[in-house]
Nanobody, 117 residues
Framework: QVQLVESGGGLVQPGGSLRLSCAAS????????MDWYRQAPGKERDLVAR???????NYADSVKDRFTISRDNAKNTVYLHMKSLKPEATAVYYC???????????WGQGTQVTVSS
């Protein structure tokens, strides 16, 4: 069983920066993806960034050049560094880990990010 614990959310002014962390524990396969999603009030949960265990990275168009995803495989931790934050980035941010062998799909509890002056 896999567990995810997120941290790093909070209140930040427009133009500011935050770094989110997601630590995984449990049965983590060698081939997996670790993603960050976000869900704003009244909206669907959308993919923000993805990083594979082999280092492949994808970003949503809306965050390219401002958000950076990275991972520390030794610590089973994924990070999301967010800069030049805009009010529309306000949402609950969720970490997701998908193992492919054995298959499992696990969500974190979410961390609130609020961008406001």
């Amino acid at each position: 069983q896999v567990q995810l614990v997120e941290s790093g959310g909070g209140l930040v002014q427009p133009g500011g920066s935050l770094r989110l962390s997601c630590a995984a524990s449990g049965s983590i396969g060698s081939f997996n993806t670790m993603d960050w999603y976000r869900q704003a009030p009244g909206k669907e949960r959308d993919l923000v960034a993805r990083i594979t265990s082999r280092g492949g990275i994808n970003y949503a168009d809306s965050v390219k050049d401002r958000f950076t995803i990275s991972r520390d495989n030794a610590k089973n931790t994924v990070y999301l560094h967010m800069k030049s934050l805009k009010p529309e980035a306000t949402a609950v941010y969720y970490c997701n880990l998908r193992n492919y062998s054995p298959f499992s799909n696990t969500w974190g509890q979410g961390t609130q990010v609020t961008v406001s002056s």
